[in-house]
């Protein structure tokens, strides 16, 4: 079973803090790691988006760290902002024996930064 | 707005009857995905269609449902004979290409469907 498994389930973090959120995969096929945003009642909107040949990713104050060796990836949030408050997806893609890239979603965080 | 566009928003259907969800891909986009999100799951791949063709239905329920990508007009994603569990939001996402693991998927905002 290919499962991307993330973690935590939910999140507080104060205005200005660090928001960390952890993601760990099985499947050593997976190639690309994106992370998607979704506010309620919208689609996911993909964020930032990493390849296994690359340990770190930063756009603004989103930053992917990942490790390839210990099969995880993780979504750092800098400077918080209670417009950040979403639920946040990890997800994996890889070439299927049937032709294409579907992505594995985890089963979502949702953070809530506090003023 | 040139995003993927889905409709209808909200689908309230009857068990037994038919639901129909519409998907328009962005802009110069050809591939099309369909993936369901039950409450508080993250979302499940379904389907992955070209102009014409069905590529992987893998995560596709092998009975009442079924997609479709036409040359002209949206995708249709068909439930028939709905069931209670069939509630969820069901999102399409659209890409420019495959030739690699880069080609971002952009998602439209869903469709919730409600089986009374």
């Known amino acids: 079973q290919q499962q991307v498994k993330q973690s935590p389930q939910s999140l507080i973090v104060q205005k200005g803090g660090i928001s960390i959120i952890n993601c760990a995969y099985e499947?050593?096929?997976?190639?690309?790691f994106p992370w998607y945003q979704q506010f309620p009642g919208k689609g996911p909107a993909l964020l930032i988006a990493i390849r296994p040949d690359v340990s770190e990713k930063k756009e603004g104050r989103f930053t992917i760290s990942f490790n390839k060796s210990a099969k995880q990836f993780s979504l750092h949030i800098m400077d918080s902002q209670p417009g950040d408050s979403a639920t946040y997806f990890c997800a994996a893609s890889m070439h299927t024996g049937a032709g294409s890239y579907q992505l594995t979603f985890g089963k979502g965080t949702k953070l809530s930064v506090i003023p | 707005n040139a995003g993927v566009m889905q409709n209808p928003r909200h689908l309230v259907r009857r068990r037994g009857q038919e639901a129909r969800l519409r998907c328009s891909p962005m802009?110069?986009?050809?591939?099309v995905y369909w993936y369901r999100q039950l409450p508080e799951e993250g979302l499940k791949f379904m389907v992955y269609l070209q102009k014409e063709n069905i590529i992987d239905e893998s995560g596709m329920p092998k009975e009442r449902f079924s997609a479709e990508f036409p040359k002209e007009g949206p995708s249709i994603l068909r439930i028939q004979q709905v069931v209670r569990g069939d509630s969820a939001a069901y999102f399409c996402?659209?890409?420019?290409?495959?030739?690699?693991?880069?080609?971002?998927?952009?998602f439209g905002d869903g469709t919730r469907l409600s089986i009374l």
């Open positions: 996402a659209s890409s420019r290409g495959q030739r690699s693991p880069n080609q971002p998927q952009h």
């Open positions: 802009k110069g986009h050809s591939h």
């Open positions: 499947n050593t096929a997976f190639d690309y």
